[in-house]
């Protein structure tokens, strides 16, 4: 029989049982979020410089240089005379050039091909960057938990897009136009921005623990958030009737501001060539298209001073700032609208406008992310 224990001779003297384990929310695979994330941000570069040099392409009526998809052995450009001949008599039998550039001759064609053929190529590096980040991922199993099915989407939506792309390049190649069609275009660049969007979106999920962001995530500001969506939908929206604009260039119709010509609805709004439909017209009149396009532009500026003024009531001071920055963007995008409209939409401005769409896209986006998942600070400013 054990004897008598002293006084607090059993404090640690027992084995004791594990202790309780805490953070079973990262107890799963934790990954390469670091790594991941530097990933991502290639990507959205690339993205980004995929809609720059897709603007440029429409702004120099380059688009239908090309007239064959062929995503592998398209990646070639012509290597010998040639071949350039050849592309050139395919380009020659489209309607663009029978219709609007008969005079064109080989020198000015190769000076529109460069544009459509990089376009095209920056497509095909996005994919293949895509693919070995993935698979190098995935074989390595660095991917989180969770996260598989939302980084294999992005090469889905990548596929997806190479797709519309093709669509949006054969509408004008059939006959009955010289340009491609604005709502396919619309589409194009509005896939494009979703992507750039989910880019966005992954990357600040990623720069912090899983953890951290369940913790985060008590604090959301539910109403700010609604916000905020509600916003992102209407900057969505005046994305894509930019695009609009883009395919018809309707942005060089009515120089002038705050009226169109000499009134503020333009003059023969509903006008469509041939007896078409009226509904056409919101695709095909420029003076209509336009003047959608400021009356969207008007209310994204409105409601987006009311989401600003909410933003200041947030109880987080990055958040706060990330608003902040949302209202400057969104009023310095709309200052460039007019400039560029004023100008006729210059190859240079009207580039410089769609950059800015992007501009304030991903600042809507991480200014929503934060009211999510707000950053909480002490008093001295640290997490």
């Known amino acids: 029989m054990a004897g008598q224990r002293k006084l607090f001779e ?11 384990q805490g953070g079973m929310i990262d107890a799963g695979k934790r990954g390469a979020r ?24 429409r702004l120099t009526d380059s688009g239908l240089s090309i007239t064959e998809w062929r995503p592998v052995t398209g990646a070639l450009p012509p290597l010998s005379d040639a071949d350039w001949q050849v592309e050139f008599a395919k380009y020659q039998a489209s309607p663009e050039y029978r219709l609007q550039n008969s005079h064109m001759d080989l020198a000015a064609f190769k000076s529109i091909f460069w544009w459509e053929w990089g376009h095209r190529q920056l497509g095909r590096v996005i994919g293949v960057v895509w693919a070995v980040g993935f698979l190098f991922f995935w074989a390595a199993r660095r991917i989180p938990t969770g996260w598989t099915r939302r980084l294999l989407g992005l090469g889905v939506l990548g596929g997806l897009q190479g797709a519309i792309g093709w669509w949006m390049v054969a509408s004008g190649l059939s006959g009955r136009m010289v340009d491609v069609a604005s709502y396919r275009l619309a589409t194009h660049l509005g896939l494009a921005f979703a992507i750039l969007g989910l880019i966005a979106w992954y990357a600040l999920s990623l720069s912090r623990p899983e ?11 539910g109403k700010l958030f609604s916000l905020s969506t509600g916003l992102m939908h209407l900057a969505f929206v005046q994305i894509l009737l930019g695009a609009l604009v883009a395919g018809i260039d309707a942005g060089r119709a009515f120089p002038t501001w705050p009226l169109m010509g000499e009134s503020f609805f333009p003059s023969d709004a509903f006008y469509v060539p041939e007896g078409g439909a009226v509904w056409r017209a919101f695709f095909e009149n420029p003076g209509l298209v336009q003047f959608v396009h400021r009356m969207a532009g008007y209310l994204t500026l409105v409601f987006g001073a009311v989401v600003w003024w909410r933003g200041r009531g947030s109880a987080h001071p990055l958040t706060r700032g990330a608003f902040d920055l949302v209202a400057v963007v969104l009023l310095a995008q709309v200052t460039l609208g007019i400039v560029t409209v004023v100008h006729a939409a210059p190859l240079g401005l009207g580039l410089a406008h769609q950059l800015g769409a992007v501009a304030l896209w991903v600042a809507v986006i991480r200014a929503r992310h934060r009211s999510q998942y707000p950053i909480v600070q002490s008093v001295r400013g640290t997490r």
């Open 10 to 20: 059993d404090v640690g003297s027992e084995t004791r049982g594990a202790a309780p």
């Open 211 to 221: 953890a951290q962001l369940m913790q985060a995530r008590r604090s959301r500001e």
């Open 34 to 57: 670091g790594a991941i994330r530097i990933w991502l941000f290639i990507l959205f570069a690339l993205v980004v410089a995929m809609i720059a040099v897709g603007g440029l392409t």
